[in-house]
């Protein structure tokens, strides 16, 4: 599904973006627009919540700077999500595995979201 990653740059199923990114586990692909400059906080969280997936993987940028915020955690663990953070080069990977290790499982698809920042 994501092919590739560098800083400022993601492509995922032949397309290239270079915006944050929010990816579903149904392969649907939105902007992730920041309320504040390299913070992940509760309403960047809100729509992947919504969704009900089982796990939430935000990727914090190339060196890791953006931060995501304990009201953004909070909500996420309050839902009953599994949230795995780290720098977005990592991150894509973790998503990649779950999504994949689940299609390979008839009918056991996980429900995964990535949120990834591109630069910092």
């Not at 309320?35 to 914090?60: F, L, S």
């Not at 931060?67 to 909070?74: G, L, M, N, P």
Request: charged fraction near 35%.
């Amino acid at each position: 599904m994501i092919e590739e990653y560098s800083f400022g740059f993601i492509k995922i199923n032949g397309i290239e973006y270079t915006n944050d990114v929010e990816v579903s586990w149904t392969n649907e692909i939105l902007p992730l627009v920041f309320k504040e400059r390299h913070k992940i906080g509760a309403e960047e969280v809100k729509r992947a919540i919504e969704q009900k997936p089982g796990t939430i993987v935000i990727g914090t940028g190339e060196s890791g700077l953006a931060e995501v915020t304990e009201e953004a955690k909070q909500e996420i663990e309050k839902n009953g999500i599994k949230l795995i953070i780290d720098k977005t080069e990592e991150a894509v990977k973790t998503f990649n595995v779950l999504k994949e290790d689940s299609e390979e499982e008839e009918g056991k698809q996980e429900k995964v979201i990535g949120l990834f920042h591109l630069t910092c």
